[in-house]
């Protein structure tokens, strides 16, 4: 079992940034972390993934924009979130995949509001 605890939302303006903590707890593999997010009347889209070997997965709306890290000793997944813009605005939720082909756990979520 896993729990994830997501950190960072809240509101910002058009163009501004925020940056976006999650850390794992319990004893199951890490094999992959990242973020997902759902606006309003919209499907839960992927925004970026990183395997604990490091290689990353962007969605397109985000890249150039979004950057996700992560740091294995801390369990951790990050995602720094720049030049935002109202699109952006959605519900955040940390993920976690303890192996390839396998499924997914979720966090709470943290809101992200951009404001024009």
């Known amino acids: 079992q896993v729990q994830l605890v997501e950190s960072g939302g809240g509101l910002v303006q058009a163009g501004g940034s925020l940056r976006l903590s999650c850390t794992a707890s319990?004893?199951?593999?890490?094999?992959?972390m990242g973020w997902d997010r759902q606006a309003p009347g919209k499907e839960r889209e992927l925004v970026a993934t990183?395997?604990?070997?490091?290689?990353?997965n962007y969605a397109d709306p985000v890249k150039g924009r979004f950057t996700v890290s992560r740091d294995n000793a801390k369990k951790s997944v990050y995602l720094q979130m720049n030049s935002l813009k109202p699109d952006d605005a959605a519900v955040y939720y940390c993920?976690?995949?303890?192996?390839?082909?396998?499924?997914?756990?979720w966090g709470q979520g943290t809101q992200v509001t951009v404001s024009e």
């Open positions: 993920s976690t995949r303890e192996g390839p082909y396998m499924g997914r756990h």
């Open positions: 990183i395997t604990a070997a490091g290689a990353t």
């Open positions: 319990g004893n199951i593999p890490l094999y992959s």
